[in-house]
């Protein structure tokens, strides 16, 4: 059975404002690439942390049948989320102290997605020369151009 991989990114010009997410799903056997998905989208009006979100919610959606994969982001938004905060979250009803949860419509949904695969989540620094993270940099600038004026 192969290895699976998510390189995911998000991108916004402005923030809020146009913006794109980017992924990659890689399926690797003994370290070779036996298959690759690249997948992209944006919207005219949002913030970059929801981009990074919808680039790691659009992989978990795109995988028909329950996988084993890691997901890699330069968002520590996103791994910290999802990995320590969302806990926390869900046992106070989707509250947290001080206020209301940020991208909570997207919190939900990654929950929901992640919730159907075994998934271990990786940080890596963004703009390092990655070159997995580079090409969903790159697949992000591109989701984002349409809405780009």
């Not at 992924?23 to 690759?36: F, P, Q």
């Not at 944006?42 to 970059?48: D, I, K, L, P, Y």
């Not at 989707?94 to 271990?120: S, T």
Request: hydrophobic share 35%; aromatic share 8%; with cysteine.
């Amino acid at each position: 059975m192969p290895d699976l991989f998510a390189y995911t990114d998000g991108a916004c010009s402005g923030n809020p404002g146009p913006g794109g997410w980017g992924a990659i799903l890689i399926a690797r056997e003994g370290g070779a690439v036996v298959k690759e998905l690249e997948l992209k989208g944006g919207e005219a009006n949002t913030t970059n942390n929801r981009m990074e979100m919808l680039a790691a919610i659009n992989v978990l959606e795109t995988l028909s049948r329950t996988s084993e994969l890691t997901v890699v982001t330069d968002s520590s938004y996103v791994k910290d989320g999802i990995t320590k905060w969302i806990h926390g979250w869900k046992a106070k009803g989707w509250k947290k102290k001080g206020g209301e949860i940020k991208n909570i419509d997207l919190w939900k949904r990654l929950d929901d997605a992640q919730a159907r695969h075994r998934v271990k989540w990786e940080w890596v620094k963004g703009h390092a020369g990655h070159p997995e993270n580079e090409r969903a940099d790159e697949l992000a600038r591109a989701g984002m151009a349409p809405y780009k004026k």
